[in-house]
Nanobody, 110 residues
Framework: QLVESGGGLVQAGGSLRLSCAAS????????MAWHRQAPGSQRELVAL???????NYADSVKGRFTISSDNAKNTVYLQMNSLKPEDTAVYYC??????WGQGTQVTVSS
């Protein structure tokens, strides 16, 4: 089970940190990721972190978002800085093996 938190409403240029708490060890998974889905759009990969700590980002968030993990807490984070209105979406946590969280809304006002 994956449970996201940390979404909300923020002005453009602001920051938010999303958290994804897993019910089991995240080290048992090859990778954890954050996806997002804006209204009328397909769900897209935002950031990914592998068990070994390698990270990958969508071009649209490189330099602004940072994915990290705390293995002791079985939690994955997404630090989002310099937010833009186009970052508005529901953000979902994903664990390799096919598990999805329920999503958390991020709204960035201009």
């Amino acid at each position: 089970q994956l449970v996201e938190s940390g979404g909300g409403l923020v002005q453009a240029g602001g920051s938010l940190r999303l958290s994804c708490a897993a019910s089991g060890s995240i080290l048992s998974r090859n990778a954890m990721a954050w996806h997002r889905q804006a209204p009328g759009s397909q769900r897209e990969l935002v950031a990914l972190i592998t068990r070994g700590g390698h990270t990958n980002y969508a071009d649209s968030v490189k330099g602004r978002f940072t994915i990290s993990s705390d293995n002791a807490k079985n939690t994955v984070y997404l630090q989002m800085n310099s937010l833009k209105p186009e970052d508005t979406a529901v953000y979902y946590c994903y664990g390799s093996g096919g598990d999805w969280g329920q999503g958390t809304q991020v709204t960035v006002s201009s």
